[in-house]
């Protein structure tokens, strides 16, 4: 297996990458409760959500760690999900099964695009300036999401905000003296700090909560619903008979292919150049393979019954953690497995301990902005914006779509004005 995954190539080892796995899992384990949240909404049974994403997110993670050997994890994003229930209501009025079909396809048209080459030309059409912009708007967005769950704009001060600052001081101080495994580290001491406070102020408070979170249950197992909801699609008759829900279903598959690339390709690249920062060299075919994952992690969605998996932002973690192979990816995927199985635990894992994780992971992201001077005055300028606008709405596909636009739109501006400027010579 050593030689498998390159281990002593990439001068790691199977300790540093299980817990690089093991930290990139538990800052986005989040989603096994969100997801099922938010797609409920649309009519979708609470259980069967969560099953789907325990099983897609562990299949194409597996999928990612052992074929295209890099350390990202997949799972349901966050805007694909919010997609999934405002398509369902609007074009399906409801009938979610329609759009499950849609994403399976989207996952089909995705894989044909990059096996026909399409993804290496678009890929080498965006430029670094771009690139390097998503991956500083996806550390503000880490940045974010972090200090928002600690509610860290909404109160003064408190003891959740006081944890996160001291995780933070302590996972920086042992990056700054080179300890490998630095997060999951400043993660189990903050987590130590913050149970020793809380049990010496507020004893009765800490009982109270370690009992709530050991006694706490989601819900109770309605594994069949699951089964009677996965690999379920509308007959061909059905929809062939209705041309409007046939167009419908056309529009909407399109709508999720080019949000899904745009996304996948986004956050793919901007962790491929990280990784290179952090000193890690790939072959640019892992990053072509990470792409064919993507696809493939569409049509599982669909066949399981969520929305579109896809490449995660939070994989940043794992990297600046030391992973390096996929042996980080292939943890993170065995621990989906496992933690749908004791869902009880999600909730209660505190949000001070995964908050700090979040903002140094950001924070180590956003250092390639240093690279600004290197630049031209325009890059700079798009750079920024694309950081500003990831940063704060987490919207990877329209942040990178905007970037292209901006930066398009500059390079036909020139060559307009230097044709204007060619004339007058003339």
Not at 170 to 188: A, D, K
Not at 316 to 328: N, P, R, S, Y
Not at 350 to 375: D, N, Q, R, Y
Request: charged residues 15%.
């Amino acid at each position: 297996m050593k030689d498998y995954f390159d281990i002593k190539f990439h001068k790691t080892t199977y300790r540093a990458e299980i817990m690089a796995g093991i930290t990139m899992f538990l800052s986005t384990v989040y989603i096994l409760v969100v997801n099922p949240t938010v797609l409920q909404q649309c009519g979708m049974d609470y259980y069967s959500v969560f099953l789907a994403t325990v099983f897609t997110s562990a299949i194409s993670t597996f999928v990612m760690s052992v074929y295209a050997k890099m350390p990202i994890l997949l799972a349901p994003g966050l805007s694909m999900n919010v997609m999934f229930v405002v398509v369902t209501m609007r074009y399906f009025h409801g009938d979610y099964k329609m759009a499950l079909l849609g994403t399976y396809l989207s996952g089909v048209l995705f894989f044909a695009l990059v096996i026909t080459g399409i993804f290496r030309e678009i890929d080498n059409r965006i430029p670094d300036c771009v690139k390097s912009g998503v991956l500083a708007g996806l550390g503000l967005a880490l940045m974010r999401t972090g200090l928002n769950s600690v509610q860290f704009f909404e109160k003064t001060i408190s003891k959740e905000v006081l944890l996160t600052i001291i995780g933070i001081v302590v996972m920086w101080i042992l990056r700054r003296h080179h300890v490998s495994g630095f997060i999951i580290y400043g993660m189990l001491i903050t987590a130590i700090v913050g149970c020793v406070g809380m049990a010496i102020l507020s004893p009765d408070n800490f009982v109270k909560e370690i009992s709530d979170m050991i006694a706490y249950e989601a819900f109770e197992w309605k594994g069949e619903q699951f089964f009677r909801e996965c690999f379920h699609f509308p007959s061909v008759t059905t929809i062939m008979r209705n041309p409007e829900k046939l167009l419908n279903l056309l529009t909407v598959t399109a709508i999720f292919t080019i949000y899904h690339f745009a996304d996948a390709v986004g956050t793919t690249s901007s962790i491929y150049i990280f990784m290179k920062e952090t000193g890690t060299e790939l072959p640019a075919s892992y990053r072509e393979k990470s792409m064919y994952v993507n696809g493939i992690a569409g049509m599982v969605s669909g066949l399981f019954g969520t929305s579109s998996a896809t490449s995660y932002a939070e994989s940043t973690v794992g990297v600046a953690e030391g992973a390096k192979t996929g042996v980080a990816s292939l943890t993170a995927s065995i621990l989906f497995l496992l933690f749908g199985f004791v869902i009880r635990f999600v909730n209660g894992i505190p949000t001070f301990i995964t908050a700090p994780t979040l903002i140094v992971s950001g924070v180590i992201s956003c250092m390639i902005l240093k690279h600004l001077k290197e630049w031209k005055w325009v890059e700079r300028v798009i750079t920024v914006a694309m950081t500003l606008y990831i940063g704060f709405t987490f919207q990877i596909a329209n942040g990178v779509i905007a970037g292209m636009l901006v930066y398009m739109g500059y390079l036909m501006g020139i060559r307009k004005f230097a044709a204007k400027k060619a004339g007058d010579v003339k």
